[in-house]
């Protein structure tokens, strides 16, 4: 008597990881949607299978699905809040819908696990300067300066929020710090000049 090997064999994490294996194959002959769907079966088998969700993503925001992009990121961040690159592309989709108080509560839901990443605390404080929050935008941009002092965009964004909040003086110590850090583009680098003059 031969024993027919059930397709369910195998823990869940084994079993999403046949899927997700099914989807790449599927991509490389440019079968998207049996891609998806394999991708949403591994999901459905492991809830947290990082590289699914991620792909999954990318598929659907290359195919403009951004509600169901960003209902993915939600539902995974509820699993897995450390995932600070989920929740920085969750707000970017945010604030593309003009959504500026959900991308900050997306954001703040993350920081604890965001302190060492100056990328994550530039975009917080961005958020925070378009939300009319200047003080604390200015709080967070400091963090990303001190994390990465040699990125001019976060001493342009300290300047332009020391300057909304009355502090003209720091503000032009960190529009010379922007000139001098060099890695801005010429749009950007054209604004830090005017601010200096």
Do not use: C
């Not at 090997?5 to 084994?14: D, N, R, T």
């Not at 459905?44 to 169901?68: C, D, G």
């Not at 965009?153 to 300057?163: F, K, Q, T």
């Not at 010379?176 to 749009?187: D, N, V, Y």
Request: charged share 25%.
């Amino acid at each position: 008597m031969t024993i027919e090997k059930s397709q369910a064999a195998g823990s869940p994490h084994e079993r999403a990881d046949g899927e997700y294996r099914k989807a790449i194959g599927a991509l490389n002959v440019g079968r998207l949607l049996e891609a998806v769907e394999s991708l949403h079966a591994a999901l459905k088998q492991e809830a947290t299978h990082t590289a699914s969700r991620q792909l999954l993503f990318k598929l659907l925001v290359e195919n403009k699905r951004l509600e169901e992009a960003a209902q993915l990121l939600q539902d995974g961040l509820q699993l897995q809040p450390a995932q600070i690159s989920w929740a920085m592309s969750l707000a970017r989709l945010q604030v593309d819908r003009a959504d500026l108080p959900g991308a900050w509560q997306t954001l703040q839901r993350s920081l604890p696990f965001a302190a060492s990443s100056a990328e994550f605390q530039g975009f917080a404080a961005h958020v925070l300067q378009r939300l009319g929050r200047s003080k604390e935008a200015a709080a967070y941009y400091q963090a990303a300066t001190r994390l990465a002092p040699a990125e001019s965009r976060w001493w342009l964004g300290l300047g332009l929020a020391l300057e909304s909040d009355g502090r003209a003086a720091e503000a032009h110590e960190a529009f010379l710090r922007a000139k001098a850090g060099a890695t801005l583009s010429s749009e950007l680098a054209t604004l830090v000049e005017q601010k200096l003059r």
